[in-house]
Structure formats: C-alpha cells, structure tokens
C-alpha cells in the first residue's frame, strides 16, 4: 500500500511539471526566420538546420533530411521557433534518416509530406532508413523504400554510406513497445563525415564511434536535462563536450535544444552552458552554432 501511495504521488508529481511545461509553451511568443537553403558546388558538405534535432545535408551528390518535423504544435506543447525551412523550399529529397520513434524525432506528418514533396518534383518519392523494428510506423507513408539498420549496419547510396550508430535512450514509440530500435547515424562520402547523435545521453560508445569511424562534424544534443534524472537518456552540455572529445571530430553542432520546451531548463540556458563548457575545454573555435535555415558548408 505504501509503495502504491509513493507511486501515486510520483504520477502525480510529474503530471504538475508537465502541466506547467504545457501552460509555459502556450504563452510563449513564437520567434524565429524561416530561409531559402543554399545548394553545395564541388563536392561541399552542406549542413542546414532546421530545427529541435531536424537537419536537411547535402553530401555525396544526395539531398537528406534527418529525424524531420516541421509541427506548429507537438500534441499540446507549441513549438517555439519557426522551422528554419519550409518544405517547398526543399529540393527533391533522396533519403531520409529517423534515429528513433519519438514523436519529436519520427513526425509522420512531416514524412508524408516530404514523400509528396519529392514525388511532385521529381516523379517518384525518396528512401527513408529506420532502426530495427521501426519500418511498420512509416511503411504506409509512400516511401520508394523502407530500409530497417541495426547498429553498425551499413546502407549504400551512390557516393555516399550511412552506417546506424549506438546511443543511449530508448525507442518506445508508446509505453510498452520497448522492443523498437534507436541509435545515431555516420553519413560518408569520399570527402566528407557527419554523425548525427539523435537522442542520447553520454556514454563510452562515442569513442568506438570516433574510433570506427572518424566523423568530421557531430550534430550532438544539448538540450532537455533537467530534472537531473533526464540525463539517463539526454545530454547537457558538459556532456556533449565531453562526448565531442570523445569523438575526436573537427566540428560540433549543437541540437536538441530551444524549440520545445520538453524539459525544465530555461529556453536559453543550453547554449549558454555550452559555450562555458567548450571554453573550458579548449574548443570554443571548433562549436559552430547554426541559425536555422541558414546553409553552413564545411
């Protein structure tokens, strides 16, 4: 009884921070631009973000969108920076990439209209990459195809590889379909190397991944930590430093951070703590803060 008692006060503990995040987004003002991308020449790596940890790249002759969402609202938390880019400004897309199943990561709204996006522009639709037992979540959106990676499972396209990565989260789409799969992704052509984290906290793999694989820009997550019991599945900054170094890359690209408010940190604190912690570190020069929808080419 007494257990039940504590567990009941937890639920309802947690029910009161979430309903203050919800009454907080509500009546926040939403800011931000929204830009026309810049197209890469001579074999560039084009980054541009577009928002919360959605980035479209361009490498290796392939248009990509990884873990797209482009809501004005997320179920009842309003998002508070516009996308950086609208999808009409995208060129046709050739491959999509979800790092988990999230609703803030895998956004079938988005999916189904990048698929139609694409199919207008150029006649058929894109490929989209998943993690293992994902692929009947976005199966009926469109897809040319669907491909399913385990960790360190590599998928060819053209000039370019993506190789799934191991992170530390989970990839529950709803409470009790644990059995679905999560990770980052390192992008390869024969210039260029780009990982994106998705969702994680910091753990040891950062250095088998910078060991296996050498990736020359990280987009790492800094945001959404506290509570302090958030960073079992999420990075603050001194994190994501931390997991920069671990890397060993030449670029660090903060995400996950300042669009929605999905924990109790202050909008604008992420980034503060980060330009504290690369200073400390020695890497202040090596952070590239991105606005969003506007082109960084490496």
Same mark, same amino acid.
């Given at each position: 009884?007494?257990?039940?008692?504590?567990?009941?006060?937890?639920? /309802?503990?947690?029910?009161?921070?979430?309903? /203050?995040?919800?009454?907080?987004?509500?009546?926040?003002?939403?800011?931000?631009?929204?830009?026309?991308?810049?197209?890469?020449?001579?074999?560039?790596?084009?980054?541009?973000?577009?928002?919360?940890?959605?980035?479209?790249?361009?490498?290796?002759?392939?248009?990509?969108?990884?873990?797209?969402?482009?809501? !004005?609202?997320?179920?009842?938390?309003?998002?508070?920076?516009?996308?950086?880019?609208?999808?009409?400004?995208?060129?046709?897309?050739?491959?999509?990439?979800?790092?988990?199943?999230?609703?803030?990561?895998?956004? /079938?709204?988005?999916?189904?209209?990048?698929?139609?996006?694409?199919?207008?522009?150029?006649?058929?639709?894109?490929?989209?990459?998943?993690?293992?037992?994902?692929?009947?979540?976005?199966?009926?959106?469109?897809?040319?195809?669907?491909?399913?990676?385990?960790?360190?499972?590599?998928?060819?396209?053209?000039?370019?590889?993506v190789t799934h990565v191991?992170?530390?989260?989970?990839?529950?789409?709803?409470?009790?379909?644990?059995?679905?799969?999560?990770?980052?992704?390192?992008?390869?052509?024969?210039?260029?190397?780009?990982?994106?984290?998705?969702?994680?906290?910091?753990?040891?793999g950062f250095r088998e991944?910078?060991?296996?694989?050498?990736?020359?820009?990280?987009?790492?997550?800094?945001?959404?930590?506290?509570?302090?019991?958030?960073?079992?599945?999420?990075?603050?900054?001194?994190?994501?430093?931390?997991?920069?170094?671990?890397?060993?890359?030449?670029?660090?690209?903060?995400?996950?951070?300042?669009?929605? !408010?999905?924990?109790?940190?202050?909008?604008?604190?992420?980034?503060?703590?980060?330009?504290?912690?690369?200073?400390?570190?020695?890497?202040?020069?090596?952070?590239?803060?991105?606005?969003?929808?506007?082109?960084?080419?490496?």
């Open positions: 009884m007494l257990k039940a008692t504590l567990s009941n006060a937890g639920l /309802r503990k947690r029910a009161r921070q979430f309903g /203050r995040l919800v009454r907080h987004s509500a009546v926040t003002t939403r800011i931000g631009e929204t830009h026309t991308p810049d197209f890469v020449s001579n074999g560039e790596l084009g980054v541009t973000f577009i928002g919360h940890a959605s980035f479209f790249l361009q490498i290796g002759g392939n248009n990509v969108v990884i873990d797209p969402n482009f809501a !004005r609202w997320l179920f009842v938390l309003k998002r508070l920076r516009k996308p950086g880019l609208r999808i009409q400004d995208l060129p046709a897309i050739d491959l999509i990439l979800v790092t988990h199943a999230h609703f803030d990561h895998l956004h /079938r709204p988005s999916l189904r209209a990048i698929v139609r996006h694409t199919q207008r522009k150029r006649g058929y639709p894109p490929t989209i990459v998943v993690p293992h037992h994902v692929a009947d979540l976005v199966s009926d959106l469109g897809f040319r195809d669907v491909i399913e990676l385990d960790w360190w499972n590599t998928y060819s396209r053209g000039k370019m590889t191991p992170s530390r989260h989970w990839g529950a789409r709803i409470l009790r379909d644990a059995h679905r799969g999560y990770g980052g992704y390192v992008l390869r052509d024969n210039k260029h190397s780009i990982y994106h984290a998705g969702d994680t906290a910091y753990f040891p991944i910078g060991h296996r694989l050498s990736p020359e820009v990280a987009l790492l997550p800094i945001g959404a930590y506290n509570p302090p019991s958030f960073r079992n599945v999420h990075a603050n900054p001194a994190d994501a430093t931390r997991a920069f170094l671990d890397l060993h890359a030449q670029w660090m690209v903060p995400m996950h951070y300042g669009t929605f !408010r999905l924990s109790h940190e202050p909008m604008e604190e992420p980034l503060e703590l980060l330009r504290q912690e690369a200073k400390t570190a020695g890497v202040s020069e090596q952070v590239v803060v991105l606005q969003e929808g506007v082109t960084k080419f490496f």
